[in-house]
Nanobody
Framework: QVQLVESGGDLVQAGGSLRLTCAAFGTTGSIVSIKTMDWYRQPPGKQRELVSAITTVGGTAYAESVKGRFTVSRTNANNTIYLQMTNLKPEDTAVYYC???????????????WGQGTRVTVSS
């Protein structure tokens, strides 16, 4: 099994910044590699959407709505992904979820792993 633990969500004013962190842990074995780690978000009353993704070799992708404002990064050594969010807007208000796919551990490979979410609220 794989556990993803997010942190960093908070209440912030429009124009402000936040940094989200997600750390992956193997609960039944040690993590060997993680193919892709992503950030999704679910605004109030809306569906979950992809915000940003990063591969093992550092390839990144962003939703159009966050390009130029959000930066995703990753530390493979400790299986951690970050999302630096700047110039936050009220429409960025959402629960942000960490997602990791194809996590290889000493106990097996696990797909489609989700964290519990961290709430970001941007006031106008």
């Amino acid at each position: 099994q794989v556990q993803l633990v997010e942190s960093g969500g908070d209440l912030v004013q429009a124009g402000g910044s936040l940094r989200l962190t997600c750390a992956a842990f193997g609960t039944t074995g040690s993590i060997v590699s993680i193919k892709t780690m992503d950030w999704y978000r679910q605004p109030p009353g809306k569906q979950r959407e992809l915000v940003s993704a990063i591969t093992t070799v550092g390839g990144t992708a962003y939703a159009e709505s966050v390009k130029g404002r959000f930066t995703v990064s990753r530390t493979n050594a400790n299986n951690t992904i970050y999302l630096q969010m700047t110039n936050l807007k009220p429409e960025d208000t959402a629960v942000y979820y960490c997602h990791a796919d194809r996590v290889s551990t000493t106990a097996g490979t696990f797909y489609d792993n989700w964290g519990q979410g961290t709430r970001v609220t941007v006031s106008s």
